[in-house]
C-alpha cells in the first residue's frame, strides 16, 4: 500500500482526453456548456440573422426616443405632429405619389393627419419591445419561482402550483384584457394616461403567461431532481436553498433563455392586437397595432400604411423565433 | 469484538404506490423488507444482488437520503434511523456516497473545482491553504490532473468523472464510504482501475466500504464480507472465501453461476442453475421464500414457510431451507426445517 494510485492506469485514461484537447497551457481551462452552444449557434446562420436583427430592433427601440438620443430627431419628424398640408383634403391620403415616401420621409406619410410613418414605426417598436420585454420578465419571475417549487417539492404544493396553471392557461385572457383596460380609471398606482395603460397591460400579459415558463420549468426540474448529483448535494448536508439556487437554477438557465425568447414575440403580437382593439396604447402614442387599426379603413387609398406596421411586427415576431429556435438547437443536450 | 462502525437492524422501506388525485395509497413497493448487518471498522461489506433488489435504497436509507419506514441504523454508537435533516449535517461528513452513473452524478455546469469544492463549502469546513489547494491536493489522490480544475465534466472520460465523484467523497475524510455500483457505468477495462483506487485509498485513509455491485465478480477481490440481497432481503452473508468457494444459497449460487468461469466440467451444473426471467415485483413479492419462483430446488414448503436467516455451521448467514453445500447434511434433500434447525 505504499504506492496509493494506480499510476499506469490513470495515465493510459487520461491521454486520449488530453489529445482531444490539445496540449498547452489553453487547454486546461474548460469550455463550459454556454460556451459550446454558443460556438453551436454561430454556426447556425438562420439563428444568427434573427439575432442580428433582433440586436438591431433593441438598439432602435432603445435610441428612438428621449432619453438616449433620439433616431426620430436624427432622421424624421416628431412622430406626434400633424402635417396637414401634405395630405389631399378629398381622399385624406398623401397628397404625394407613393403615400408620400420620399427622402424626408422615408416610408411615406400617415392618411388624414400626414405624421412621418418612419418615425412613428420607430416610436411603437419602443413601445412594442418594452411590453413585450417587461411581461416576459415578470412571467419568468412568476414561472419560474411557481416551476421550481412545484417540481422540486412535489406533493399538495404541485398539486395546487398545476391547477393554477391550468386555471391561468383557461382564461380568456383577450376578453379579460378589453375588459379591464376598458373600465381603467384615468389614474391609478400614481400613474396615468399612457404610462398606467402600458403598465397595466405589462402586468396582465406577464401575470397571465407565467404558466408557459413555469410549465417548462416544472418539467425540467423534475427531471434534474432525480439526477445523482442532488443526492450528491443533499448527502454532503446541502439545504433546499442550496440545492435549488446552486444545483438547479445554473441547469435551468438555458430553456429559460430559450422559452422566454420564444414568448417575446407572443407578447409582441398580444400587444398589437390589443392596441389594435384600441385597448391598448392610446392616441397620439404610436403602437404597430394602433397603426393597423388606422390603415383599415385607408387601405385602398394608401396601402402603404397598412403594409409597413404590419411588415415591423412580423419582422420583429420572425427575427425573435428564429433567434429562439436557434438557442434551443444549440442548448439542447441532445445535440451534443 | 469492538462496537461495529454502523449496524443495521430490520431496515424496512416501502414506497407507497398511490391512485389517483387524491393520491390514495394502493400498495407498497417493498424496496428493503427487514435488513439486518453490521459493517466493522477497516473492513469491506459487499452487497450483491439483481438490479431492483432494493440495494440502492438501503445505501440511501444508511445515509439519510431516504426515510426509512422501520428498522434502526446505528451509526458510530449514535441511533440516526429518524435524525432531522439539520442535525444530520454534521454526522453526513463521516459518512459518504460514491453514485453508480458518473453522468449522472456530476452537475454539468459546475467544474471540476466546484465539484470537489462543495463539501467544503457546504459544510463550511477551513482548509489550511484555500479550497483551491485542498481541491487540487484530492484530484492528485484519485489520480487526475490538478491543473484540470476549471474544466467541466463533459471534458472527461466515464472512468475519470468517477474519481472526481471519488475525490469529492473524499473531501470531508469520511469513515464509511457506501459505493453504489461504483464501476458499472463504466467500460470493462477501467472497471479494475478504479476498484484498484478504492482499494488503495482505503489502505490510506482508513476507510470503511460498503460496496454494492449487481454481481459477485466486481466485488471479489475487495470484500472481506459479502452479503448477498434478494428481492429486499439479505438471503447470505458471508465470508468472502466462504462465500466464494462454498456459496450455500441457492441464488447465491446461481449468482456465482453467472460470473464466467473457464472450466468445462462446471458448464453444465451451470445451466442447470442459470438464472431465468426477472427479479418478480417488489410490489407483490412472492409469500415465503421469495427465490422460490426461480429456485430449481423449491418444494411445498418454500412455498408457505418463510426461511429465516440464520447462522449455519459453516458461518454462514443464509435463509434458505435447502442450502446447498452444507456439510452437515446433503445438500437438496427436503428435511424438515424445524429438523434442520436442531441439527445447526
Ligand atoms: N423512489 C422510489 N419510489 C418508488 N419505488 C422505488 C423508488 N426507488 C426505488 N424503487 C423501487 O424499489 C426497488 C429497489 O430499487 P433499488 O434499491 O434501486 O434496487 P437496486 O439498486 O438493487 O437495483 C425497485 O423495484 C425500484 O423500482
Ligand atoms: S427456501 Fe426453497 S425456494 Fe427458497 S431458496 Fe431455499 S430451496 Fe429455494
Ligand atoms: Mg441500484
Known amino acids: 500500500m505504499t504506492a496509493p494510485l494506480d499510476v499506469t492506469g490513470t495515465a493510459a485514461e487520461a491521454q486520449p482526453e488530453a489529445v482531444l484537447q490539445g496540449v498547452g497551457a489553453k487547454a486546461i481551462q474548460g469550455r463550459s456548456l454556454g460556451q459550446i452552444a454558443w460556438t453551436r449557434l454561430k454556426r447556425d446562420k438562420v439563428a444568427i440573422a434573427g439575432a442580428v436583427i433582433v440586436v438591431l430592433l433593441v438598439l432602435v427601440a432603445a435610441l428612438a426616443e428621449r432619453p438616449f438620443g433620439g433616431l426620430i430627431a436624427l432622421f424624421g419628424d416628431d412622430p406626434n405632429v400633424p402635417n396637414q398640408d401634405a395630405i389631399d383634403p378629398l381622399t385624406s391620403a398623401p397628397l404625394a405619389p407613393w403615400g408620400g415616401i420620399s427622402l424626408e420621409h422615408p416610408l411615406g406619410l400617415e392618411p388624414v393627419n400626414g405624421r412621418d410613418i418612419f418615425a412613428r414605426i420607430l416610436s411603437g417598436a419602443q413601445i412594442s419591445l418594452l411590453v413585450a420585454f417587461l411581461a416576459t420578465l415578470l412571467s419568468v419571475i412568476i414561472g419560474t419561482l411557481m416551476g421550481v417549487l412545484a417540481g422540486y417539492f412535489g406533493g399538495w404544493i404541485d398539486t395546487i402550483i398545476s391547477r393554477l396553471m391550468d386555471m391561468f392557461l383557461a382564461f380568456p385572457l383577450l376578453l379579460f384584457a378589453i375588459a379591464i383596460v376598458g373600465a381603467m380609471p384615468d389614474r391609478a398606482f400614481g400613474l396615468s394616461g399612457n404610462g398606467l395603460r402600458i403598465g397595466v397591460i405589462v402586468f396582465i400579459i406577464g401575470f397571465f403567461s407565467w404558466p408557459y415558463i413555469a410549465r417548462i420549468v416544472r418539467g425540467q426540474t423534475l427531471s434534474l431532481k432525480e439526477r445523482e448529483f442532488v443526492d450528491a448535494a443533499r448527502s454532503l448536508g446541502a439545504t433546499n436553498g442550496h440545492i435549488i439556487f446552486k444545483e438547479v437554477l445554473p441547469n435551468l438557465v438555458a430553456p429559460i433563455l430559450v422559452y422566454s425568447t420564444l414568448l417575446i414575440p407572443t407578447n409582441i403580437l398580444f400587444e398589437a392586437a390589443l392596441s389594435f382593439l384600441g385597448v391598448g396604447v392610446a392616441e397620439p402614442q404610436a403602437s404597430w397595432g394602433g397603426m393597423l387599426t388606422r390603415a383599415v379603413d385607408y387601405y385602398q387609398s394608401a396601402p402603404h400604411f397598412m403594409i409597413i406596421p404590419g411588415l415591423a411586427i412580423f419582422i420583429t415576431v420572425m427575427a425573435f423565433n428564429l433567434l429562439g429556435d436557434g438557442l434551443r438547437d444549440a442548448l439542447d443536450p441532445r445535440n451534443r | ?344
Open chain 2, 1 to 344: 469484538m469492538t462496537e461495529p462502525l454502523l449496524s443495521v437492524r430490520d431496515l424496512t422501506k416501502h414506497f407507497p404506490v398511490t391512485k389517483g388525485l387524491l393520491r390514495r395509497q394502493v400498495g407498497a413497493v417493498k424496496a428493503v423488507d427487514g435488513v439486518s448487518f453490521e459493517v466493522r471498522k477497516g473492513e469491506t461489506l459487499g452487497l450483491v444482488g439483481e438490479s431492483g433488489c432494493g440495494k440502492t435504497t438501503t445505501g440511501r436509507l444508511i445515509t439519510r437520503l431516504l426515510e426509512p419506514t422501520g428498522g434502526r441504523i446505528v451509526f458510530e454508537g449514535v441511533d440516526i434511523t429518524h435524525v432531522k435533516q439539520g442535525r444530520m449535517r454534521p454526522l453526513r461528513r463521516d459518512m459518504q456516497m460514491i453514485f453508480q452513473d458518473p453522468y449522472s452524478s456530476l452537475n454539468p455546469r459546475h467544474t471540476v473545482g466546484t465539484i470537489v469544492g462543495a463539501p467544503f463549502r457546504i459544510q463550511n469546513v477551513k482548509t489550511e491553504s484555500g479550497i483551491k489547494k485542498a481541491v487540487q491536493d484530492l484530484l492528485e489522490l484519485v489520480g487526475l490532473n490538478p491543473e484540470h480544475y476549471n474544466r467541466y465534466p463533459h471534458e472527461f472520460s466515464g472512468g475519470q468523472r468517477q474519481r472526481i465523484g471519488i475525490a469529492r467523497t473524499l473531501a470531508l475524510k469520511p469513515k464509511l464510504i457506501i459505493a453504489d455500483e461504483p464501476v458499472s457505468a463504466l467500460d470493462v477495462s477501467i472497471q479494475a482501475q478504479v476498484v484498484n483506487l478504492l482499494e488503495d485509498l482505503q489502505g490510506e485513509l482508513d476507510l470503511t466500504y460498503v460496496v454494492i455491485a449487481h454481481d459477485l465478480s466486481v466485488v471479489r477481490h475487495i470484500s472481506d464480507r459479502v452479503a448477498v440481497m434478494y428481492l429486499g432481503k439479505i438471503v447470505e452473508l458471508a465470508e468472502r472465501k466462504a462465500l466464494y468457494d462454498s456459496p450455500m444459497h441457492p441464488y447465491t449460487n446461481a449468482l456465482l453461476a453467472a460470473v464466467p468461469v473457464p472450466d468445462p466440467r462446471k458448464r453444465a451444473d451451470r445451466d442447470r442453475i442459470r438464472l431465468t426471467g426477472d427479479v418478480p415485483s417488489p410490489i407483490n413479492p412472492p409469500p415465503a421464500c421469495r427465490f422460490h419462483t426461480r429456485c430449481w430446488k423449491a418444494q411445498d414448503i418454500c412455498k408457505t414457510q418463510e426461511p429465516p436467516l440464520e447462522a449455519l455451521a459453516s458461518g454462514h448467514l443464509v435463509a434458505c431451507h435447502f442450502p446447498e453445500n452444507a456439510p452437515d447434511k446433503p445438500a437438496g434433500v427436503g428435511a424438515h426445517p424445524a429438523e434442520e434447525r436442531a441439527t445447526t
